[in-house]
Structures are given as C-alpha cells and as structure tokens.
Nanobody, 122 residues
C-alpha cells in the first residue's frame, strides 16, 4: 500500500506556472506507475498525465499536452507536475494517483491522494 500527499497548489494568473508535488510513503515507490487527475467544480474527474514506473514513458491528455510535464524522482519517492501557460479552464482540484506495476495508470487507479486546489485567474 502507498500513501500519497500532494502539495504546490495555489492561485496563479493565467499564463503563469505552478509545480505540483506528490510525496509517496513506502519503499516500493519505484514499482508504481503514477498519474495526475483533476476535477473541476460540477465536472467529473479527468485524466491529466501519467508516467511509467521508471519514468521512461509519459502520457498526457490532449488539453494539457505541450503545457504540462510529468516527472518522477524515485530516490525521493516523489512525482511532479510542472504546469506552464496555465488557463482558467485548468482550475480544479488536482489528485495524485498510483497503480502497482509498470504502467500506465488505469482510469481508476488503486491509490489516491487527498488533492490540492489549483485556481487560475483570468
């Protein structure tokens, strides 16, 4: 089992940047594929980005491709989401997720963090 804690959310102007972090507990972080999802008010949770267990493969939703970058540091048990050129429509609660195995994460990953709010003002 793994516990996930997100940080780095906040309020930013459109066009700005934020970097989210997700710290994972446990010694087996490198055995998990990791992902980020988000949920805007009144909408369903949606996939944002994912990364394989060794960082060799990454996946992005079309809406964030070329603006967001997912990465991981297995030595620090941490996965990151660098968000650039933020838009008002990126406003949401962002959740970190983990799935055992090489990846990619499933649409319903096994483990979730508590979420961090990202608000982009236009």
């Amino acid at each position: 089992q793994v516990q996930l804690v997100e940080s780095g959310g906040g309020l930013v102007q459109a066009g700005g940047s934020l970097r989210l972090s997700c710290a994972a507990s446990g010694r087996t972080f490198s055995r998990y594929a990791m992902g980020w999802f988000r949920q805007a008010p009144g909408k369903e949770r949606e996939f944002v980005a994912a990364i394989s267990w060794n960082g060799g493969s990454t996946y992005y939703a079309d809406s964030v491709k070329d603006r967001f970058t997912i990465s991981r540091d297995n030595a620090k048990n941490t996965v990151y989401l660098q968000m650039n050129s933020l838009k008002a429509e990126d406003t949401a609660v962002y959740y970190c997720a983990a799935d055992p195995g090489a990846g990619p994460v499933r649409t319903t990953p096994a483990f979730w963090g508590q979420g961090t709010q990202v608000t982009v003002s236009s």
